[in-house]
Structure formats: structure tokens, C-alpha cells
């Protein structure tokens, strides 16, 4: 069973982690984390199963960690982080307490682990939420990461371009999504000019192959590493929190199709146990975000390694 969800106790910190799988360097980078208000991660948590595993009323401190591939003489980075969302956090979600919030360290880990941002020459953007392109752009509105070559899905594109927060309900959604749509648009406006939209499951790059696994957004996709004889997986925001393996029937409220995140997630979860693959979570602490998921019951659990 899973443990008692703790709550981070000081700001996170630049820093990564190397983990070598055959002839491919797997580099995790952390870009921070915020705490977000529990309810939009937990809403769907019964009572029951909130006292059982102690979970947070209020807030909840979600790490934002992001992976580079190194294959041959390419640098593959999947998303390009959160930018200063976190910084302080207000921005984003009000009214929390947010003294542990710190987003914007993509670059100062990238360079703690002796690499330059104009390294990067491929860019693949899972899902188009702030998280993961936030950090598109500098504080002069320049490319962070100047020469890449950036991937997304076209249905992704086309979403978030054509979005319409009159399509929310409540006005306090309405809000949110505004700020969804507009960080969304920016990042994507910035590289019009250098990207390929994709229209499925589909390699690009050897041995690296983006999958489509549509739920969280209409378009989210993972990263599939092929090395080693092995299959890695990065599922960016397929789980947004462990809880979520051990129990999938309580997915987060932040889904956006929850039914097909639900089959999506399954699915995964099945393979991923099969293949006693290595996968990566955006949001699946501890650092470095690694782990494996296992048969628990009826359902799963995760295993970081």
C-alpha cells in the first residue's frame, strides 16, 4: 500500500540525475514543483480512502521533473518545463501557502549537469499544459532553447489554438482555463516556424518514438526509449500521482476526457507490468522520478527505484 503522502518542507533545488540504459544516456532534471490545491488532485477520493492514506485537506506540493535523452551526438529534451509559474506560485493557484513553490530550475540543472540550453536539438512537447511549456521562452521573450527542432501532436496543436474558455462552466474554471489557453498559445506561437505536427504514434528519432495516450489533454502523447533491449517509458502526465496506480477508479479531476485517461491508463499499466519496464513520471516522485509498476491485487502500485 501506498504511504502517507508528505508534504515538501523547503523550496526544491536545481539538480539532476544520470542513468545510463545501454548505448542511451537518461538525464532527470528537476524544474521544481508548486503546491496545488488538493481538491483538484484529490476531488475524486472518497472519503474513506482520504483518511486511509492521511491525504492533505488543502494543498498538495506536486515535482516537476523532466527528461533528456542523449543518444549518439542528439540531445532530446521532453517538454521544456514550467518557467516561473511557481515563482511564487500566487499566479497559479492563490491563496495557498506557497513557501515551498519554486518553479524556473530546468536551466540551472541542465547546467549543474554540464550541458548548455543551445545543446538541445530536439524538443518533444508531450501536452501543451503550463508545466510543460511554460518555459518555452526567457524573461526577454527569446527561445530558451534556441536551435531545437520541437515535435507535438496535431491534436494538441489544433486544441489549444482554437480553445474557448466559454466552454467552461463556472467562472472560477472559466479563469483557469484563460490562463491554460494563453500560456499554451504563447509557447506555441514562439515555435510556429520550427515544428512538426504529428498525427499519431509515430519515431522521431531513433530509437525514441512518441505514443499517443489521450485523456489527461485531447492530445497528450508519451515518450517511448527503445535502448538496451529495453523499452523506457516516459508517460509525462498519464499518473499525476501514485495514489492513482493503486487506485485508477479515483483518477485526478484535471483529466480533461476522464473516461479515456481511465482506458489509457489501464492499458499502460498492464504493459508497463508485463514488460517490467522502467518509467519515468513527470510528476511521480521522489526524485529522479524513476520507478517501476507492479501488480497490487486487482490493481497496481509504484516501485521507485
Given at each position: 500500500m501506498m504511504k502517507t503522502v508528505k508534504q515538501q518542507v523547503k523550496p526544491p533545488a536545481a539538480q539532476f540525475h544520470r542513468q545510463v540504459i545501454g548505448e542511451v544516456e537518461l538525464i532527470a532534471l528537476s524544474d521544481g514543483g508548486i503546491n496545488y490545491p488538493a481538491a483538484m488532485i484529490f476531488g475524486?477520493?472518497?472519503?474513506?480512502?482520504?483518511?486511509?492514506?492521511?491525504?492533505?485537506?488543502?494543498?498538495?506540493?506536486?515535482?516537476?521533473?523532466?527528461?533528456?535523452?542523449r543518444s549518439g551526438r542528439s540531445l532530446t529534451l521532453c517538454d521544456v518545463g514550467a518557467g516561473d509559474l511557481g515563482n511564487p506560485g500566487d499566479q497559479a493557484f492563490p491563496g495557498l501557502d506557497h513557501r515551498t513553490s519554486?518553479?524556473?530550475?530546468?536551466?540551472?540543472s541542465l547546467l549543474a549537469a554540464g550541458i548548455d540550453p543551445g545543446e538541445i536539438n530536439i524538443v518533444l512537447i508531450t501536452h501543451a499544459h503550463p508545466d510543460h511549456v511554460g518555459g518555452m521562452l526567457d524573461a526577454e521573450d527569446r527561445l530558451v532553447f534556441p536551435n531545437a527542432h520541437y515535435t507535438i501532436a496535431q491534436r494538441e496543436w489544433d486544441y489549444w489554438m482554437a480553445a474557448d474558455p466559454a466552454t467552461a462552466g463556472a467562472a472560477a474554471l472559466r479563469g483557469h482555463l484563460e490562463q491554460l489557453i494563453a500560456t499554451a498559445r504563447k509557447a506555441l506561437d514562439a515555435i510556429a516556424g520550427r515544428v512538426t505536427l504529428v498525427q499519431g504514434d509515430e519515431e522521431v528519432a531513433p530509437g525514441i518514438r512518441l505514443e499517443s495516450t489521450p485523456g489527461h489533454t485531447l492530445g497528450h502523447m508519451m515518450v517511448t526509449i527503445a535502448a538496451g533491449g529495453q523499452t523506457v517509458y516516459n508517460i509525462s502526465d498519464l499518473v499525476v500521482h501514485?495514489?492513482?496506480?493503486?487506485?485508477?477508479?479515483?483518477?485526478?479531476?484535471?483529466?480533461m476526457d476522464a473516461g479515456q485517461a481511465d482506458a489509457v491508463r489501464r492499458r499502460f499499466f498492464a504493459r508497463a507490468t508485463e514488460e517490467n519496464a522502467l518509467v519515468f513520471g513527470h510528476h511521480l516522485g521522489p526524485f529522479p522520478n524513476f520507478g517501476r509498476i507492479t501488480q497490487w491485487g486487482d490493481?497496481?502500485?509504484?516501485q521507485p527505484t
Amino acid at each position: 500500500m501506498m504511504k502517507t503522502v508528505k508534504q515538501q518542507v523547503k523550496p526544491p533545488a536545481a539538480q539532476f540525475h544520470r542513468q545510463v540504459i545501454g548505448e542511451v544516456e537518461l538525464i532527470a532534471l528537476s524544474d521544481g514543483g508548486i503546491n496545488y490545491p488538493a481538491a483538484m488532485i484529490f476531488g475524486n477520493v472518497p472519503p474513506e480512502g482520504a483518511t486511509r492514506y492521511d491525504l492533505p485537506g488543502r494543498q498538495l506540493f506536486l515535482p516537476y521533473t523532466l527528461l533528456l535523452i542523449r543518444s549518439g551526438r542528439s540531445l532530446t529534451l521532453c517538454d521544456v518545463g514550467a518557467g516561473d509559474l511557481g515563482n511564487p506560485g500566487d499566479q497559479a493557484f492563490p491563496g495557498l501557502d506557497h513557501r515551498t513553490s519554486r518553479t524556473n530550475l530546468l536551466v540551472p540543472s541542465l547546467l549543474a549537469a554540464g550541458i548548455d540550453p543551445g545543446e538541445i536539438n530536439i524538443v518533444l512537447i508531450t501536452h501543451a499544459h503550463p508545466d510543460h511549456v511554460g518555459g518555452m521562452l526567457d524573461a526577454e521573450d527569446r527561445l530558451v532553447f534556441p536551435n531545437a527542432h520541437y515535435t507535438i501532436a496535431q491534436r494538441e496543436w489544433d486544441y489549444w489554438m482554437a480553445a474557448d474558455p466559454a466552454t467552461a462552466g463556472a467562472a472560477a474554471l472559466r479563469g483557469h482555463l484563460e490562463q491554460l489557453i494563453a500560456t499554451a498559445r504563447k509557447a506555441l506561437d514562439a515555435i510556429a516556424g520550427r515544428v512538426t505536427l504529428v498525427q499519431g504514434d509515430e519515431e522521431v528519432a531513433p530509437g525514441i518514438r512518441l505514443e499517443s495516450t489521450p485523456g489527461h489533454t485531447l492530445g497528450h502523447m508519451m515518450v517511448t526509449i527503445a535502448a538496451g533491449g529495453q523499452t523506457v517509458y516516459n508517460i509525462s502526465d498519464l499518473v499525476v500521482h501514485p495514489l492513482f496506480i493503486e487506485h485508477p477508479q479515483w483518477a485526478p479531476t484535471i483529466d480533461m476526457d476522464a473516461g479515456q485517461a481511465d482506458a489509457v491508463r489501464r492499458r499502460f499499466f498492464a504493459r508497463a507490468t508485463e514488460e517490467n519496464a522502467l518509467v519515468f513520471g513527470h510528476h511521480l516522485g521522489p526524485f529522479p522520478n524513476f520507478g517501476r509498476i507492479t501488480q497490487w491485487g486487482d490493481a497496481w502500485r509504484w516501485q521507485p527505484t
